[in-house]
């Protein structure tokens, strides 16, 4: 059985796995990292949504055959250490301060994604986000935190904005 | 700012429980502490207008409320095992709220689990109908007032103080001298070796943290992805387990025809064929859906073969009760106009899936002897008692733990998965951690069942006289344990509700029409299977949040609306003027006010009202929407499957629950559910084809996403009693009736399918019957 060799939450990881197993299964099947949700398994839900070299993505849609050694995978349980700073990520902070989680299942993705949004808004030099980019966001949420989603997500871009904030290895 | 409620000035019967620490219980078995059952009925009331669903539920609880105990451990946390289950709603942090109010602690003190199933419980640990907060209220209260109580006399005595020279501030008890003791510290001295009898009074003064918002005491295990859930559990050798199901909604499976290549999948360690399908064990659930795409199953056809939604509508149609007001006539026998008119409508809509996000998961461990069970069951009695017959064990056996879960919308209210889990694990003889896949939670999952709903209305000059609703369904499954209270209760049930059904019970302790429209009538009759047709349900149904009156409520406010626009009167001005009291005029008023109502707006567009009291509470929204084709046509550059359609741009939501516990929480639950009553309007169904529902994933399941969210929410909470209502549903019906109004006067064609777009041809992407799609490979390119 292949060795897969990769970086997940600073850690560098071997695992006895065949190529084509998604990631999001050797995730939390084999290492016990189950922040990230299985939700469909089709890239459609997105409650998996991790980062990858600091880039959102879907650990579901990978085999994890594909990832090299060097490749660092932050999934939500990582993601306040892989920026600088103590404490949360500023996009979990606001989390916190609006109460968006409801049942709480699919708010890793949501989390993950947001940051995604704000840290591509960010590099490109912008301090707001409009309707569209904010309806560009696919992950579900089936308790409806939809509204408050988008109240934290403008929230945390005006504090990133102030103090921009990137996850390693994310394009600035 | 809210007022301060009105606090209860009786007193209360409580017990401190014999154990090591302060234990502390209720006694509340009185059935005449609501207001509400000793009012008179008005002549010609309709029975939930004075006893409704959560009344019932908490009667039926009243019996083992003193079974519930508040715990202060030696470290100063009060801690409380619920009996209900978290699933999203906030129930934990309501009562957390509770006991903090009651015991001055700080929040962060109180710790709440969820209890293991409790069979003496009865009919006291069942979480649904928005019963929660109603029901558990006043017993929690009273525990924790007996615990401060005992605290406080331990500390008179620890201190030499008098007990009421003693203050309590965060936990810790002081005395006029600066001395203090915290309540871990006096939890042994207040504790009781013999169970006793302890008259209460809970705290009268204005609440502090009751009514204040609060955020969620787990929100943090959540953002940190630290919150375990049922599929995040680790239990040993519990490995993943899906299982391949039938082609047909509930169909069966005769055999396996190729077990051995099964097995030759790699990571494959057994396969099994149970009651529902073949289960697959593997390392990695990856693997079981790469044995779930080489399987091959011999399959019997579900009850629903060959039936598809236009059949079932037929049936419907067929299954109605006649109007038994007559018909009028446009003209009276000298042929001039009649004063007096008569108005029907009918509205149908389509099954729709009461999926959460999680899906369907249940970790089992079965052995010869004994068995454990973990999963999110809002029902786990009941769950616990059918597991034990299915394996052959006795009930004390099987130890059923409750796990917060990821959402449940009505699903948790069965225990399929648990079920089924127990079933594959003692088939294997291993652990299992069993979770179904999307798509097969969307087609043999729970489904709210399709149906119809008419109105025949009957006006005199502009006045609606008369108003009459059959509502026609196919069965609701409420074989979920209910069945025992009904047994146990319907002979106590007032208005001669003894005897009939448990959905006829539900349906008549729910629905009533707030407004004096003359003589009023609603009726339900379901079928598919007819009443004593056939035992087993032909669909797995469900009650999807709020049950019946989504589609009720939605199809009265439009006969309303049309009524309005016939007689030439403002559909507010008719509401305001015919509600019965003013708390409904109140939240009406408040929404029309906010949102502005009959503003000027571009053709295309247009405003509607709804109207929705049920929980004791009522509820008004205002909705803006959006059908200029530009709009309608819209596409999402990330999401080219995005079902667009018409976009509510503004949601307005008045409620009015009684005593509110926590408006954040309060506040959430009216936004989610507004995201449901638009779905449930516009898009979100399932299509039965050819006796399977076609749906397989969110791509194709058209739930709110963030293309369809309104630009502005707003939600205005009005308090108005000292007693709380019921919430987690309770912003549904109204948003689904507004935007229902709002696109008919947007379009200037009133809808009478839903959800509006269930006509629209199928993707032909949906994966056939039977499959199961495999995960794709591209998600590092598409990033």
Not at chain 2, 255 to 284: D, I, K, Q
Not at chain 2, 582 to 605: F, H, I, N, Q
Not at chain 2, 621 to 642: F, G, H, K, N, Q
Request: aromatic share 6%.
């Amino acid at each position: 059985m292949p060795v897969q060799k990769f970086m997940v939450n600073g850690q560098r990881v071997e695992v006895d796995v065949e190529d084509d197993v998604r990631l999001l299964w050797v995730l939390r099947d084999l290492l016990d990292i189950t922040g990230p949700k299985y939700g469909c398994g089709l890239s459609i839900c997105q409650s998996c949504t991790s980062l990858v070299n600091g880039k959102a993505f879907n650990p579901c849609s990978v085999p994890v055959g594909q990832l090299r050694p060097s490749d660092e995978v932050v999934t939500i349980e990582g993601l306040a250490d892989a920026v600088d700073g103590d404490g949360l990520h500023p996009v979990q902070e606001v989390w916190l301060e609006e109460d968006v989680a409801q049942c709480g299942f699919c708010q890793p993705g949501q989390i993950m994604a947001a940051v995604d949004l704000i840290q591509t808004l960010l590099a490109d030099g912008r301090r707001d986000v409009t309707e569209a980019e904010l309806d560009s966001l696919r992950n579900v949420c089936r308790c409806g935190t939809y509204p408050r989603v988008r109240t934290a997500i403008r929230r945390a871009l005006a504090v990133m904005a102030e103090t921009p904030v990137f996850v390693r290895g994310a394009q600035r | 700012m809210r007022q301060s409620p009105d606090v209860s000035r009786r007193r209360f019967l409580g017990y401190v429980v014999a154990g090591p620490t302060l234990i502390t219980a209720a006694r509340w078995i009185d059935p005449l502490a609501t207001a509400d059952a000793q009012e008179l009925p008005r002549i010609g009331a309709q029975i939930a207008e004075s006893y409704d669903l959560i009344d019932f539920l908490r009667d039926a609880a009243r019996p083992t409320a003193n079974l519930i105990t508040v715990t202060v451990e030696d470290d100063g946390t009060v801690s409380f095992e619920l009996h209900r289950t978290e699933v999203g709603q906030g129930i934990n942090t309501a009562i957390a709220m509770i006991i903090a109010e009651e015991m001055d602690v700080p929040l962060s003190q109180v710790r709440i689990t969820q209890a293991d199933a409790r069979p003496e419980l009865l009919f006291n640990q069942l979480t649904g109908g928005s019963n929660s907060i109603y029901t558990i209220y006043d017993p929690v209260r009273i525990a924790a007032a007996v615990a401060r109580q005992r605290l406080l006399d331990a500390a008179a005595i620890a201190l030499g103080s008098a007990g009421a020279e003693l203050g309590i501030l965060d936990g810790v008890i002081r005395a006029p001298d600066g001395s203090s003791l915290g309540f871990g510290e006096l939890a042994r001295d207040a504790s009781s070796q013999v169970t006793e009898a302890v008259d209460v009074q809970p705290k009268r003064e204005r609440p502090r943290i009751v009514g204040t918002p609060q955020n969620r005491i787990d929100a943090r295990a959540m953002v940190t992805g630290e919150l375990r859930y049922t599929g995040d559990l680790v239990v040993p050798d519990a490995l993943p387990t899906m299982v391949a199901r039938p082609p047909t909604h509930l169909g069966r499976p005769v055999r396996l025809r190729n077990e051995a290549a099964v097995l030759a999948v790699p990571g494959v360690t057994h396969v099994a064929l149970v009651e529902s399908g073949v289960a697959v064990r593997a390392r990695t659930f990856g693997q079981c859906i790469d044995a779930l795409q080489v399987i091959d199953v011999e399959w019997a056809p579900g009850p629903a073969a060959g039936m598809s939604d236009e059949s079932v509508q037929a049936a419907l149609a067929d299954a109605e009760l006649p109007q038994v007001v007559p018909d009028t006539g446009a003209l009276t026998p000298l042929g001039i106009p009649s004063p007096v008119q008569t108005r029907d409508f009918s509205f149908t809509f389509a099954f729709q899936p009461n999926c959460p996000l999680e899906t369907n998961p249940c970790v089992a461990d079965v052995r010869t002897d004994r068995a454990e069970i973990w999963g999110p069951m809002k029902n786990p009695v009941v769950a616990q008692q059918d597991i034990a017959s299915a394996l052959g064990l006795p009930q004390d056996a099987v130890t059923v733990h409750v796990v917060q879960g990821g959402g449940s919308f009505g699903r948790d209210l069965f225990w399929d998965a648990a079920r089924e889990a127990a079933l594959v694990s003692q088939a294997m003889g291993v652990p299992v951690k069993l979770s179904w896949t999307r798509t097969d939670d969307f087609r043999q999952g729970r489904a709210h069942p399709a149906c119809r709903s008419s109105i025949r209305i009957t006006r005199s000059e502009t006045d609606i006289v008369s108003y009459a609703q059959h509502h026609t369904s196919v069965n609701t499954d409420f074989g979920h344990g209910l069945g025992e209270i009904i047994t146990a209760r319907a002979d106590e049930l007032p208005g001669g509700l003894g005897g009939m059904g448990f959905s006829q019970t539900v349906f008549m302790l729910t629905q009533y029409v707030p407004y004096d429209f003359g003589a009023v009538e609603q009726l339900l009759a379901e079928t598919l299977p007819a009443p004593g047709e056939i035992e087993t349900n032909v669909f797995r149904t469900g009650s999807m949040r709020n049950i019946y009156s989504p589609n009720v409520v939605t199809a009265r406010e439009l006969a309303i609306d049309q009524v309005a626009a016939e007689v030439g009167r403002d559909p507010l001005e008719l509401r305001l003027s015919t509600l019965r009291d003013a708390r409904s005029v109140a939240v009406l008023e408040k929404v029309a006010e906010a949102g502005s109502w009959g503003r000027e707006m571009p053709a295309g567009t247009a405003q509607g009202l709804g109207f929705h009291s049920e929980y004791k509470g009522r509820a008004a929204c205002l909705i803006e929407i959006d059908c200029r084709p530009e709009t309608v046509s819209r596409t999402v550059p990330t999401a080219a499957y995005a079902y667009t359609g018409p976009r509510v741009t503004r949601a307005i939501y008045a409620v009015d629950v009684g005593l509110t516990i926590n408006p954040r929480g309060l506040e959430a639950q009216m936004l989610g559910g507004m995201m449901d009553g638009i779905a449930n309007c516009l898009s979100f169904s399932l299509h039965l084809v050819d006796g399977g529902f076609a749906e397989d994933s969110w791509e194709h399941a058209y739930y709110t996403r963030q293309w369809n969210v309104p630009f502005e929410t707003q939600v205005f909470i009005l308090d108005s009693s000292s007693q709380p209502g019921g919430a987690g549903e309770f912003g549904v019906a109204a948003s689904m009736a507004a935007t229902a109004n709002a696109y008919a006067r947007a379009t200037g064609s009133m809808p009478t399918s839903f959800p509006i777009n269930h006509g629209m041809p199928l993707a032909e992407s949906i994966v056939p019957q039977g499959a199961i799609p495999q995960s794709p490979t591209d998600g590092l390119g598409r990033r």
